[in-house]
């Protein structure tokens, strides 16, 4: 079977022919806009989830599964900023004579976006699996073990390798090809407006409603056992039923219930509309429906700065760590002061 692909443009014959416009364009005053949003935004992700990195790197107290797994969300929300926010949304980066600025350009559109944001959306449903597991079998979750560490090394691979896989299947399978010398993909021809439908679906479901799902099952699940820890405690007449809980009990349930509410209000109306903008054609053809999508997609953006905010402040080794950081910084600025006097 014969496949053809949409053909792959070229930056070098439109400069022959004086098309520098093309190529060389300057920014209109809504990609300006865009890029001052994103500037803003890039620095809010930054300052929260590398000062959570470095605490959790240089305090061995810190360096366990739970505090592990938030390090990893806070790398892959770094690393989704210098990898794609920077080039992309600040940088702007568009079809070039350089090939490798091409390749870049097209793979940060339709793999590296795609796969940073189901990597960190996978990694807050594995904070709400540990925060299942440590509930509900809370004495293997508190032994030293081989297998419990196994697990978790699963968990953090299948969270960063399984999103950059299914990211990279279009290219694999052969439905979309790398154009060397400009910024725009070849297509494959064949049932080309159906297979964009069934991806952009499925990659709805993969990168959003089914960690949602995952997530929301997990913290019914804690939010049931702490219940019922209560109430057993409650019963046995051990404490008082104002602080009847297991020791993750209500203090897992808030954490986990507040990550999930954040999450699902930045996240789901970029979702929605990306389903949406591909089954109606009406929003297709509306002239404004690129300028809906940019500003959905940055505030669904702003999830990756809430959520280390949200987890340094309800884990108490995080907030006590984040804490002293910043005493130990004010008393030797005191003591530099004092010094110079």
Known sequence: MN????????????????????????????????????????TAIIIPNALLVGI?????????????????????????????????????????????????????????????????????CSISLEKFIAITSPFWYNQISVKKSVLFICILLICWILPTFVTLLPLIIGWWRICPNFCLMSEIKQNRRIGLQVWNIFWAFFMFLLPTIITIVFYVRVFLVAKEHAYRIKGQNQINSTSTSSPFGIKAVKTVAIIVGVYIIFQTPYNIYQVINILDKSIQRNSSRLHIRERLFYFASWNCAASPIIYGYFNKNLRDGVLSLFWKSKTASRTRNNSTQ
């Open 3 to 42: 496949v053809t692909y949409t053909p792959c443009h070229d930056v070098r014959f439109f400069l022959a022919l004086n098309l520098t416009n093309i190529v060389y364009r300057n920014l209109t005053q809504f990609e300006v806009e865009v890029t001052i949003m994103w500037s803003i935004l890039f």
């Open 56 to 124: 959790i790197c240089f305090k061995r107290s810190l360096r366990v599964h739970s505090s592990v797994l938030v390090c990893s969300l806070c790398v892959a929300n770094i690393l989704f900023c210098f990898l794609y926010i920077l080039p992309v949304k600040i940088m702007a980066i568009r079809s070039s004579v350089n090939p490798f600025i091409n390749v870049y350009c097209q793979i940060s559109h339709s793999v590296i976006q795609f796969a940073f944001v189901c990597c960190m959306n996978f990694h807050i």
